[in-house]
């Protein structure tokens, strides 16, 4: 029973500690914001990715969710949300064909890409630009800023995964960030 619970506890801390990297953790680039004919753009890019470069050639499915918010500031009340945009990204590795398949949705089109070349992926997965968020004309003039989330998730379920779901958690890779509030007025 002792040596049981011995074992129990070494592999709990060897999962904990290989957790817990020292490589650079990912972070979010931007946002950019620019407003082009009354048009909020947004852009931004994900930065040292290299971590999840090995997991994607060792051919394990990932997700990624690119999601921008608008919001407005308010004195003294909680920020209102405005309007959201919402991206998917989803890569896999065929180690038969020796290529990369992506899969994009920005909720108008999909599209599904192939590369032979991860420097080309990463390109495409780990950035989203000209994200057009929403048209200044139909915003009342405040101050606001955007939010942006990125999350990662594996598309791959393990056999044993419905016995551990209470464990896992889905989501494997979460990043915020907020742009600084802003003026808004509305140009005709």
Known sequence: MKSAIL???LI??????????????????GPSIEIIDNNIIVSLSIDDTDELESVIASGIGKEFIFTVELLR???????????SKTIEKTVQYDNLREQYIVSYDNGLTNTRVKFEQYADVENLLFSASN????????LLPGRYYVRVVVESKST?????IGFLMHFIPEVEMSLA??????GLEVRE
Do not use: Q, R
């Open 177 to 182: 960030k907020e742009s600084l509030p802003y």
């Open 156 to 160: 791959e379920e393990l056999p044993f």
């Open 73 to 83: 500031v308010w004195n003294f009340w909680p920020d209102e949300f405005v309007v």
């Open 131 to 138: 994200i057009n968020l929403a048209n200044i004309k139909e």
């Open 7 to 9: 074992i129990i506890t």
């Open 12 to 29: 709990l801390c060897s999962l904990l500690a290989a957790t817990s990297s020292s490589a650079a953790k990912p972070s979010i680039i």
